[in-house]
Protein backbone atom coordinates (compact mmCIF):
# COMPACT_ATOMS: atom_id res chain seq x y z
CA UNK A 1 0.00 0.00 0.00
CA UNK A 2 2.53 2.33 0.94
CA UNK A 3 3.61 2.74 -3.31
CA UNK A 4 0.21 4.11 -3.83
CA UNK A 5 1.70 7.55 -2.79
CA UNK A 6 -0.34 9.63 -5.43
CA UNK A 7 -4.25 7.98 -4.85
CA UNK A 8 -7.20 10.22 -3.97
CA UNK A 9 -9.31 8.00 -2.72
CA UNK A 10 -9.44 4.16 -1.53
CA UNK A 11 -12.52 2.26 -0.76
CA UNK A 12 -11.48 -1.11 1.12
CA UNK A 13 -15.14 -1.63 2.55
CA UNK A 14 -15.96 -5.12 3.21
CA UNK A 15 -12.91 -7.10 3.24
CA UNK A 16 -13.06 -8.79 6.87
CA UNK A 17 -10.01 -6.43 7.30
CA UNK A 18 -8.70 -6.94 10.53
CA UNK A 19 -5.81 -4.20 10.78
CA UNK A 20 -4.66 -1.73 8.22
CA UNK A 21 -1.14 -1.95 7.53
CA UNK A 22 0.80 1.25 8.96
CA UNK A 23 2.29 2.38 5.74
CA UNK A 24 -0.76 3.77 5.01
CA UNK A 25 0.98 7.00 6.28
CA UNK A 26 2.71 7.34 3.20
CA UNK A 27 -0.69 8.54 1.08
CA UNK A 28 -0.61 12.11 1.59
CA UNK A 29 -2.54 12.76 -1.36
CA UNK A 30 -5.63 10.63 -0.04
CA UNK A 31 -9.09 12.62 0.42
CA UNK A 32 -11.15 9.84 1.01
CA UNK A 33 -10.61 6.47 3.01
CA UNK A 34 -13.50 3.92 3.18
CA UNK A 35 -12.58 1.20 5.83
CA UNK A 36 -16.60 0.32 6.59
CA UNK A 37 -17.75 -3.35 6.76
CA UNK A 38 -14.74 -4.50 7.99
CA UNK A 39 -13.38 -6.36 11.11
CA UNK A 40 -10.99 -3.74 12.51
CA UNK A 41 -10.26 -2.82 16.14
CA UNK A 42 -8.45 -0.15 16.00
CA UNK A 43 -7.09 2.68 13.40
CA UNK A 44 -3.41 3.08 12.90
CA UNK A 45 -1.85 6.14 15.01
CA UNK A 46 -0.17 6.62 11.07
CA UNK A 47 -3.24 7.64 9.82
CA UNK A 48 -3.11 10.88 11.18
CA UNK A 49 -0.11 11.21 8.40
CA UNK A 50 -2.69 11.41 5.91
CA UNK A 51 -2.60 14.99 5.72
CA UNK A 52 -5.28 15.55 2.91
CA UNK A 53 -7.42 13.40 4.58
CA UNK A 54 -11.04 15.18 4.26
CA UNK A 55 -13.59 12.35 4.33
CA UNK A 56 -12.81 9.07 6.72
CA UNK A 57 -15.94 6.46 6.76
CA UNK A 58 -15.34 3.85 9.47
CA UNK A 59 -18.10 2.28 9.89
CA UNK A 60 -19.62 -1.06 10.78
CA UNK A 61 -16.59 -2.24 12.49
CA UNK A 62 -15.27 -3.36 15.71
CA UNK A 63 -13.39 0.21 17.02
CA UNK A 64 -13.31 0.69 20.44
CA UNK A 65 -10.95 4.32 20.03
CA UNK A 66 -9.15 6.57 17.34
CA UNK A 67 -5.89 7.64 17.55
CA UNK A 68 -4.41 10.35 19.10
CA UNK A 69 -3.00 11.28 15.44
CA UNK A 70 -6.70 11.88 13.86
CA UNK A 71 -6.17 15.74 15.55
CA UNK A 72 -3.71 15.82 13.16
CA UNK A 73 -6.26 15.87 10.26
CA UNK A 74 -6.62 19.53 9.79
CA UNK A 75 -8.73 18.84 6.28
CA UNK A 76 -10.97 16.74 7.84
CA UNK A 77 -14.71 17.55 7.04
CA UNK A 78 -16.44 14.51 7.96
CA UNK A 79 -16.19 11.56 10.07
CA UNK A 80 -17.97 8.00 10.23
CA UNK A 81 -17.68 6.06 12.88
CA UNK A 82 -21.36 4.47 12.93
CA UNK A 83 -21.78 0.97 14.33
CA UNK A 84 -18.41 0.10 15.96
CA UNK A 85 -17.71 0.25 19.53
CA UNK A 86 -16.71 4.10 20.44
CA UNK A 87 -16.24 4.65 24.13
CA UNK A 88 -13.81 7.65 23.28
CA UNK A 89 -12.62 10.10 20.90
CA UNK A 90 -9.31 12.02 21.08
CA UNK A 91 -10.21 14.92 23.78
CA UNK A 92 -9.31 17.81 21.18
CA UNK A 93 -10.54 16.53 17.88
CA UNK A 94 -13.05 18.78 17.54
CA UNK A 95 -10.89 21.63 18.37
CA UNK A 96 -8.30 20.79 16.54
CA UNK A 97 -9.80 19.55 13.48
CA UNK A 98 -11.21 22.72 12.38
CA UNK A 99 -12.63 21.75 9.45
CA UNK A 100 -14.85 18.94 10.75
CA UNK A 101 -18.40 19.54 9.50
CA UNK A 102 -19.76 15.68 10.04
CA UNK A 103 -19.31 13.45 12.65
CA UNK A 104 -21.27 10.43 12.98
CA UNK A 105 -21.12 8.02 16.31
CA UNK A 106 -24.69 6.20 16.13
CA UNK A 107 -24.52 2.90 17.79
CA UNK A 108 -21.50 3.24 19.60
CA UNK A 109 -21.90 2.97 23.53
CA UNK A 110 -20.24 7.02 23.46
CA UNK A 111 -22.69 9.13 25.29
CA UNK A 112 -23.90 12.61 23.57
CA UNK A 113 -23.26 14.27 27.11
CA UNK A 114 -19.73 12.98 26.60
CA UNK A 115 -19.13 14.32 22.98
CA UNK A 116 -21.15 17.64 23.92
CA UNK A 117 -18.65 18.35 26.71
CA UNK A 118 -15.61 18.22 24.59
CA UNK A 119 -13.51 21.08 24.51
CA UNK A 120 -14.83 22.69 20.95
CA UNK A 121 -18.14 21.48 20.22
CA UNK A 122 -19.73 24.67 20.22
CA UNK A 123 -17.28 25.67 17.32
CA UNK A 124 -18.32 22.26 15.70
CA UNK A 125 -21.84 23.16 16.23
CA UNK A 126 -21.58 26.29 14.30
CA UNK A 127 -19.65 24.63 11.58
CA UNK A 128 -22.40 21.61 12.11
CA UNK A 129 -25.17 24.58 11.47
CA UNK A 130 -23.31 26.12 8.58
CA UNK A 131 -23.12 22.58 6.68
CA UNK A 132 -26.73 21.81 7.65
CA UNK A 133 -27.96 25.19 5.61
CA UNK A 134 -25.56 24.03 2.57
CA UNK A 135 -27.52 20.77 2.64
CA UNK A 136 -31.03 22.12 2.69
CA UNK A 137 -30.17 25.21 0.23
CA UNK A 138 -28.90 22.40 -2.73
CA UNK A 139 -31.88 20.55 -1.81
CA UNK A 140 -34.13 19.64 -4.49
CA UNK A 141 -38.39 19.91 -3.95
Do not use: W
Not at 16 to 26: A, F, K, N, Q, R
Not at 119 to 136: H, L, P, V
Amino acid sequence: MGQLVRIEKLSISGNMLLSLPETIDSLRNLSLLNVSNNKLKYLPESVGSCFSLEELQAYDNLIEELPASVCNLVHLKSLCLNNNKVTQIPPNLLKDCKALQNIALHDNPISMDQFQRMEGFQEFKGRRKKFDKQIESNAYP
